[in-house]
């Protein structure tokens, strides 16, 4: 499989790029292809304009976001790596998101996530966490996460198989990190080809 990994963090020495790097070393020794999308290296703009909100000048024409659709339509897989700001994705991501995945190119209808008009793609969400996974399980923000990323989101996606892996404890000892590591090289290792979800137009 080709599979498309996203970083959203302005540090390459951060923990999050260590993650991606994880990620991707983990789907090479499984041979996959990797390619990565360093979302602030790359100078990506995250901003709404007033071009995409134009039906004249929509999104789709823009020659930034179409850069990252072709990216997308190369891939099999696809791997979105953010730190957890805010119980949410930071701006870069969400901006990634918002213009990206644009009406008329992921979906053209509001009203049922698993219908996309993308091929089926299997998906993942690697998201360090400084909370303890027993916080985020216990007060609900983890069933959050789940209905917003996994059944919104990545449902316009398209994508299928698709999960959410948060790295909990990503502020922690020296051993705790390098775990979070060895799961992040292990979720490259083992993805897994796409399955069709509920509907697919494209
Ligand atoms: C602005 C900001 C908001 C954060 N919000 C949360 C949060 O809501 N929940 C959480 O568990 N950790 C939160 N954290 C902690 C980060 O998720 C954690 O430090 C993560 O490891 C940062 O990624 P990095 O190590 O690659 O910089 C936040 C950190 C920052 C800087």
Redesign the pocket.
């Known amino acids: 499989m080709h599979i498309l990994t996203v970083l959203d963090?302005p540090?390459p020495h951060?923990?999050?790029a260590a993650i991606a790097r994880s990620f991707m070393s983990g789907a090479q020794s499984a041979d996959h292809t990797t390619e990565l999308a360093d979302l602030h290296a790359e100078g990506f703009s995250p901003i709404w304009s007033a071009a995409d909100a134009n039906p004249e000048t929509h999104a789709n024409s823009s020659r930034d976001i179409k850069a990252e659709q072709r990216r997308i339509e190369r891939a099999d897989a696809i791997c979105l790596v953010f730190?957890?700001?805010?119980?949410g994705m930071p701006a870069m991501m969400k901006g990634w998101v918002d213009r990206v995945w644009s009406w008329g190119w992921a979906y053209d209808q509001l009203d049922d996530p698993d219908t996309s008009l993308q091929r089926p793609r299997s998906g993942l969400l690697l998201v360090?966490?400084?909370?303890r996974s027993d916080e985020?399980e216990a007060n609900g923000h983890r069933a959050a996460m789940e209905t917003a990323w996994i059944d919104g989101t990545f449902g316009y996606f398209g994508l299928s198989p698709r999960r959410l892996e948060l790295l909990c404890g990503?502020?922690g000892s020296n051993t705790r990190r390098a775990d979070l590591l060895n799961r992040a090289f292990e979720a490259g290792r083992s993805m897994t080809p796409a399955t069709s979800p509920a509907t697919h137009r494209g």
Not at 83 to 87: E, I, K, Q
Not at 128 to 131: H, I, L, R
């Open positions: 963090h540090n951060s923990f999050s730190p957890l700001y805010w119980w360090p966490a400084g909370a985020i990503s502020t």
